[in-house]
C-alpha cells in the first residue's frame, strides 16, 4: 500500500502541468462540440421543437422571436449546451485520468461503474423528457388557452 502511494508522488509543479494538459484537452473536445453543433444549430433546433410541432399540428406551430438577434442567441445557447452534453464523455474521462494517480486501486474499480452508468443514465434521461415529459407539458400549456370563446379575453400561446 505503501508502495502505491510512493509511487503517486509528484511535485506540485507536475501536478500543475497535468491540470493544464487535461483542461486543455477538455477544452479543445467542448469547442470543436461547439462548433459543430453551432454549425447544425437550425436542425438541432428543430428536433427539439417536433415535440411541439406533433401535439399543435405543424401547421399552427409558430414560434417566436422577440428582438433581432434572439434566434443567434437561442443558437449559441443551443450549442453551447450540446457541446456541454456531447463533450462530457471526453470531460469526464479527463477529469478521471488527472484524479486516478492518486485513488488506491480498490477506489479506482469502485468508480468503473459510475463511469458506465452517468452516459447511459443520461442519455435515458434525456430520452425521457423529450418522448414524455415534454409532450405532456405542450399538452397541458396549449389546453391553458382562451380561444374565441365569447365573454373572454383571448390566451393564445406563442412559445419561444
Not at 6 to 16: F, N
Not at 50 to 68: M, N, S, Y
Not at 99 to 115: C, I, N
Amino acid at each position: 500500500m505503501s508502495d502505491e502511494i510512493d509511487a503517486s508522488k509528484a511535485p506540485l509543479m507536475d501536478h500543475i502541468i497535468e491540470l493544464r494538459s487535461r483542461l486543455l484537452k477538455a477544452l479543445v473536445a467542448f469547442l470543436l462540440a461547439f462548433f459543430v453543433c453551432f454549425y447544425f444549430s437550425h436542425q438541432i433546433y428543430n428536433v427539439l421543437a417536433q415535440p411541439f410541432a406533433q401535439v399543435v399540428g405543424a401547421d399552427k406551430a409558430t414560434l417566436i422571436a422577440t428582438h433581432f438577434l434572439e434566434q443567434f442567441f437561442t443558437n449559441l445557447k443551443l450549442s453551447m449546451f450540446g457541446a456541454g452534453c456531447i463533450a462530457f464523455p471526453v470531460i469526464a474521462t479527463q477529469i478521471y485520468k488527472f484524479v486516478a494517480p492518486g485513488l488506491y486501486k480498490h477506489e479506482k474499480s469502485a468508480f468503473v461503474p459510475y463511469l458506465v452508468a452517468t452516459p447511459v443514465f443520461f442519455i435515458l434521461g434525456a430520452m425521457l423528457v423529450y418522448f414524455g415529459v415534454m409532450p405532456a407539458i405542450v399538452r397541458f400549456s396549449v389546453s391553458m388557452q382562451q380561444l374565441n370563446t365569447p365573454g373572454e379575453v383571448t390566451i393564445e400561446l406563442y412559445p419561444r
